[in-house]
Every structure is written in structure tokens, then in C-alpha cells.
Nanobody, 123 residues
Framework: QVQLVESGGGLVQPGGSLRLSCAAS????????MGWYRQAPGKQRDLVAV???????SYADSVKGRFTISRDNAENALYLQMNSLKPEDTAVYYC?????????????????WGQGTQVTVSS
């Protein structure tokens, strides 16, 4: 089974930075596209960043220029560097393996959902 464990969230002031991590198992990680999703209370879960097996990336307009997705295939690890954080970035952040190994937000996670990690941006 695909298992995903997110970590690194916390409380940060506007303009601050956080680095999220995701540990993946149950997949051949090196050939699998990965993505970060976020879900605010009462809202749908949206894919905000994608990275293919060979490092090609795509970002939602809401995070473009502020967030950077990366991966370490030797460690089966996925990361999301978040800079210039805004209150509207407040959400639970989830990672998942993606069906299509292409740098597109038109993609779908196929693993089970982890608990996510809470990011709160507030002064």
C-alpha cells in the first residue's frame, strides 16, 4: 500500500518561511510523480505543486514564485519550501503520488491520504 507521512508544519507570521517534508513508501518512488495538496477548513483539497520523476515542476498560480517543490529519490522524500507566506496559505498540507508523470496540475493522487501537516500563517 502507498503510505505518506507529512511533517514540518507550524505557526508562522506573514512573510515567513516553512519547509514541509513527506516520506513515501509502497511505490517505486524514483519513477513516480509527486504533488502537494492543501485544504483549508470548509474548502476543497487543491493540488498546488507537482514534480515529475525527472524534476519537472508545475505550480498553482496562488503559490507560483513563492513555493518550491523538490524531491530526494535516494531518501524517498518530497519537500515543499514555502517562502513569503500569506494568511491565505493557512491550510492542512498533504502529499500524494500522482497518476501522470507529467508537470501538470490536471493530475490525481493514487495513494491513501495521510494526516497532513497544519500550516497556520498569522500575526
Amino acid at each position: 500500500q502507498v503510505q505518506l507521512v507529512e511533517s514540518g508544519g507550524g505557526l508562522v507570521q506573514p512573510g515567513g518561511s516553512l519547509r514541509l517534508s513527506c516520506a513515501a513508501s509502497g511505490i517505486i518512488f524514483r519513477i513516480t510523480a509527486m504533488g502537494w495538496y492543501r485544504q483549508a477548513p470548509g474548502k476543497q483539497r487543491d493540488l498546488v505543486a507537482v514534480i515529475t520523476s525527472d524534476g519537472r515542476t508545475s505550480y498553482a498560480d496562488s503559490v507560483k514564485g513563492r513555493f518550491t517543490i523538490s524531491r530526494d529519490n535516494a531518501e524517498n522524500a518530497l519537500y515543499l519550501q514555502m517562502n513569503s507566506l500569506k494568511p491565505e496559505d493557512t491550510a492542512v498540507y498533504y502529499c500524494n503520488a500522482l497518476v501522470k508523470n507529467m508537470p501538470t496540475l490536471s493530475n490525481s493522487g493514487f495513494g491513501s491520504w495521510g494526516q497532513g501537516t497544519q500550516v497556520t500563517v498569522s500575526s
